[in-house]
T-cell receptor
Framework: ETGVTQSPTHLIKTRGQQVTLRCSSQ?????VSWYQQALGQGPQFIFQ???????GRGNFPPRFSGLQFPNYSSELNVNALELDDSALYLC??????????????FGSGTQLSVL | GENVEQHPSTLSVQEGDSAVIKCTYS??????FPWYKQELGKRPQLIID?????GEKKDQRIAVTLNKTAKHFSLHITETQPEDSAVYFC??????????FGTGTRLKVLA
């Protein structure tokens, strides 16, 4: 077990709705990253947070946003859901600071289906 | 842009044989290369990693080799077992905030 937990495990939404996914990292893991994994594909980087500040962002539109809290939990929010947002969303935390090739430890993910 | 190509997409081997998965990266600044194993419905798990100052790393039946000049790195699994069946992902990073993942290799070990 990595100590990274995500909730919910599965979620069904309709197009246009908003969704919040949650992640709880291990104590001391100040770096958290979110990835989107479409069926049959590798994970794609959405963004990373370090000590509650966004540290970097991938090629995702602004309707994907996040928050990180002092208690090592974080959220991924997606507004105006589209069908293509259907995917497994993975949270990954790291003990090391960004820029140090930190080892990522993934949660089990949230499977989001947009109908 | 940054890209990691991974081959093959599927690989079937007989139990006890070796399996090799290859990745090529485009960003010459990449200096960290982890490999993840993902079983069906489960989280990706880090199985081995290598940094650019090392050419090879072994951990029991698993080894990774890196050719910086050719921008290639490979995962080698020897004496494969049925529990090695999973999807394997390579990734590359250059010390920034993101990993670029390959598209995955589905390994089937036939008993």
């Amino acid at each position: 077990e990595t100590g990274v937990t995500q909730s919910p495990t599965h979620l069904i939404k309709t197009r246009g709705q908003q969704v919040t996914l949650r992640c709880s990292s291990q104590s001391g893991h100040n770096t958290v990253s979110w990835y989107q994994q479409a069926l049959g594909q590798g994970p794609q980087f959405i963004f990373q947070y370090y000590r509650e500040e966004e540290n970097g962002r991938g090629n995702f539109p602004p309707r994907f946003s996040g928050l990180q809290f002092p208690n090592y939990s974080s959220e991924l929010n997606v507004n105006a859901l589209e069908l293509d947002d259907s995917a497994l969303y993975l949270c990954a935390s790291s003990l090391e600071a960004p820029g140090t090739n930190e080892k990522l430890f993934f949660g089990s993910g949230t499977q989001l289906s947009v109908l | 842009g940054e890209n990691v190509e991974q081959h093959p997409s599927t690989l079937s081997v007989q139990e006890g044989d070796s399996a090799v998965i290859k990745c090529t990266y485009s960003d010459s600044a990449s200096n960290y290369f982890p490999w993840y194993k993902q079983e069906l419905g489960k989280r990706p798990q880090l199985i081995i990693d290598i940094r650019s100052n090392v050419g090879e790393k072994k951990d029991q039946r698993i080894a990774v080799t890196l050719n910086k000049t050719a921008k290639h790195f490979s995962l080698h699994i020897t004496e494969t077992q049925p529990e090695d069946s999973a999807v394997y992902f390579c990734a590359a990073s250059h010390g920034t905030y993101k990993y670029i993942f390959g598209t995955g290799t589905r390994l089937k070990v036939l008993a």
